[in-house]
DNA sequence: GATGAATGAGTTTTCATTCAT
DNA sequence: TATGAATGAAAACTCATTCAT
């Protein structure tokens, strides 16, 4: 897009990153803790894998993190991130609220799905059920849920329906794509849309 | 035994003994497992946190399950049951399509989230990525599933959606509950209701 | 001494416990910790060597420890506690102030550098720096120190010198004997005795 | 350079600089090797810390020394070289024998529990049971050792106490005081006399 | 001289599972 | 039926050391 780069787009970017052995090991070893805690959970994900997954030995890892939860919370905090850039992106310059909402729904879904696995690690949906762990990922994806908050909040003014438990509705529903969706039917894209489509008033 | 109370069995006594500690050890482990499962999912939760929670040793488990998979199974087999009984009498005689979705949502979020940890176990979408744990869950969840398609397939009929996306999308929200429902506000049965209100379109 | 059990001397009874694969394994990992704890001290001895020493798999340690510092605890427990008792046993029955102080020094040094690895740990002065262990291990030689005060504080009333600061010198240089103390020459007994005969007045 | 201070050069105006970091990383190196010996044992320490608390990073270390254990032998070379000169200018000029042991006795303490961590490192007693290093620390500790024997040797001829048993017993309580010694209450000095004064006959 | 990154062997600890009693 | 002890493989993590820059 940008004149300065013409034809690189941010999909080869990432993955011309997770291919080659980067000169950047710590983004090697986030993206393969994102595959790993992706594919497995948190508990089902082990530090050897990663390891392997990133091209260095285990003991190597703790270089960078200083232990699989603060991994995981670094790998969390960056695929929040990319997703909250992705779905600013995808509503800027639309003003329609409900095509606002659609947008973001096929952003999510789109992210969520894609080829980087950092962005996966979103929905498994918790990895602990008590402790610090969940309360930082909580925090994090504040912002992001907030977000999709004032998406919502403006759709359904003289209806029974809560918008807060619309937008977690929403929210799950998008989430839980990443434990259906196969590549070959329904882009992501689409599939998010549909759901905002089904509740589309106007 | 006792004249003053007749009909009354001693091992019907026994198992609403005050300290709920029934004789029927494998119904205490199944519970057990599912509070643990539920709560940590299958690769954090642990067998002598099972053990401990049933009030048994880790050993004694194995006499009435063969591994800790074949315990996952159990309990989710029993909590795919309840759940389709659940809504199955929730349905019951009542005709409007949309009327009978909503009633299902509601039972379903209301078994999900109620004290009976057993059904909570539904949730974690899924425990493992592969494997054959994978494929047994998925089977025994066909059936529910599929209950639910039927409750969705005609809703929709001359519209863009697929009834199929749309189900998948419902469960998913609903199973979402799971994880951010707190009782104090709305019940689960409302929370479950305002989806299928927000879809409704007669 | 009892006439139930003639011919059977304390050490006879340590020595068989340490030297067969006894049926208490809980003991032997003990005795195997006093030995590898005493040798290397808390931060040199490793887990393995405790295990290997006691006939067991690392893990087996677990069951009956909940961790090495916990090990370590009850290593030491059980040392201040037969010190206790080996003291209580050679000043019974003595009336002499000094006489006391120099049974109790012979057999404070002769329990130190005895067979028994068990007892051995409590010289190698303190492990840790800081926190919870070096707390607990404090509290319990507090008793055992006391009963040392005791001995030493009415020995010296019209002196200058501190009988505090006297019993942490001569607890200091009986415990020095564990690092200097070779077989051979003196026994034991006579070390500490020298040193108790070095101080003595009347 | 600057006239109001005629004779104190450039690099000795930098090392007593405020933040004590002075310009060689060697010394620097080796006194917070003493600090985290002293306090956590050869064991214990870690090379991390040592950097950490010297101001460089753990591979730094490797330019000055070629591994733990010749830092370690370094410290402690450098602590019995100062206790010695220290012990030694003590002594110089006084004639009664047991006035002789008293100071010396009186500046080992002192200098064992200064603020100079790089002398504490004598105390605990030795840090590894076997190999090369323990009789490298023995070597170096011979000569100091030899010197406190000498100050004995004389004192109680015609007793029947041992001269070398009871060198070790007090080096040992000296020793001891790193233990227990706080700062408030009698100085390291007094204390040292204390044991002097309580073996003292004449 | 010094550093930042990485190593790899070693550490403590966990945990599903087994089995004699 | 149930237990208590033990297993052994694997987990997370540590740490002295190396080395290209």
Redesign the interface.
């Known amino acids: 897009m940008t004149p300065e780069r013409p034809g690189v787009t941010m999909s080869e970017v990432m993955r011309s990153a997770a291919d080659s052995r980067s000169k950047n090991k710590r983004q090697d070893i986030l993206e393969a803790a994102a595959r790993q805690f992706s ?6 994900a082990n530090m050897r894998d990663v390891a392997a997954d990133a091209g260095v030995l285990a003991g190597s890892i703790y270089y960078h993190f200083e232990s699989k939860e603060a991994l995981y919370v670094a790998v969390h905090a960056a695929a929040v991130d990319m997703m909250t850039e992705a779905v600013r992106a995808a509503i800027a310059g639309i003003t329609d609220p409900w095509q606002r909402l659609e947008e973001a729904a096929a952003a999510h879904c789109e992210a969520l799905n894609s080829e980087s696995a950092l962005l996966g690690v979103i929905s498994p ?5 008590g402790g610090d762990l969940r309360a930082q990922l909580t925090a994090q994806r504040d912002v992001y849920e907030q977000m999709f908050g004032e998406l919502i909040d403006g759709l ?1 003014p003289d ?4 918008p807060k ?2 937008r ?6 998008l ?3 990443k ?2 969706y196969k590549p070959g039917g ?1 882009t992501p894209s689409d ?1 998010g849309r ?2 905002i ?3 589309r008033r106007t």
């Open positions: 594919a497995s959970g948190f508990h089902g949906v918790f990895p602990v059920s359904l209806e029974e329906i809560d438990v619309l977690l509705h929403i929210l799950a529903a989430n839980g794509t434990f259906w329904k599939i549909q759901l489509r089904a509740l």
